[in-house]
């Protein structure tokens, strides 16, 4: 399947170019994604501002757990590469962590306690748009309540991104990985 929109290309506008610098690393060009949404200005910086991978509340593990699960449950294979390929490692996933992240039915024995916690509130959120109160309990002895806002939110954040790879068929990254062959 060919990209509904193609990424803008250079020379970028004074703010988009100001948005991309901001989100990626330096000396990084920008992502397919975001010069897919540069198409909307307004929108990339919303984006941009609206990030959540900035060191907050929760660890990079549980922040990269949850982004790639429902990157994965959304069948969002571009923004899970991505994130498999930045952050995977140091978040200290093995391969079959990985490949279970993509998986429909989540293999919890590969997970620690907290871990879990977590696959099933994606799975859960992903699959009813709610919580059901045995795992709130649970949530809520592990985690702070800011915490849970961060999780929820972020879950949230990558359904609107697997929106947007998907429907605009945002084209894989060559460095970024693509999802296991799941038997």
């Not at 004074?14 to 990626?24: C, G, L, P, Q, W």
């Not at 571009?78 to 293999?107: K, L, M, P, R």
């Not at 879950?155 to 068929?169: D, K």
Request: with cysteine; aromatic share 8%; hydrophobic share 45%.
């Amino acid at each position: 399947m060919s990209t509904r929109i193609s990424p803008l290309e250079a020379p970028f506008t004074e703010s988009v170019e100001a948005d991309f610098n901001a989100i990626m690393p330096p000396g990084m060009p920008p992502l397919s994604i975001f010069k897919t949404v540069a198409h909307n200005p307004r929108v990339l910086h919303r984006m941009v501002m609206g990030g959540l991978l900035d060191k907050g509340s929760i660890s990079l593990a549980d922040r990269e757990l949850v982004i790639l699960r429902t990157c994965g449950l959304c069948k969002a294979e571009y923004e899970w590469g991505v994130h498999v390929a930045g952050f995977a490692s140091q978040a200290g996933f093995d391969e079959s962590q990985i490949n279970d992240t993509a998986s429909e039915c989540s293999d919890l024995s590969l997970w620690g306690t907290e871990q879990q916690l977590l696959i099933q509130l994606v799975d859960q959120l992903h699959e009813s748009n709610h919580v059901d109160d045995a795992l709130w309990a649970c949530l809520s002895d592990a985690y702070l309540s800011e915490q849970l806002i961060e999780l929820i939110m972020l879950a949230g954040l990558y359904h609107a991104v697997s929106y947007v790879v998907n429907a605009c068929r945002v084209e894989r990254e060559p460095f970024a990985p693509v999802f296991p062959e799941i038997t």
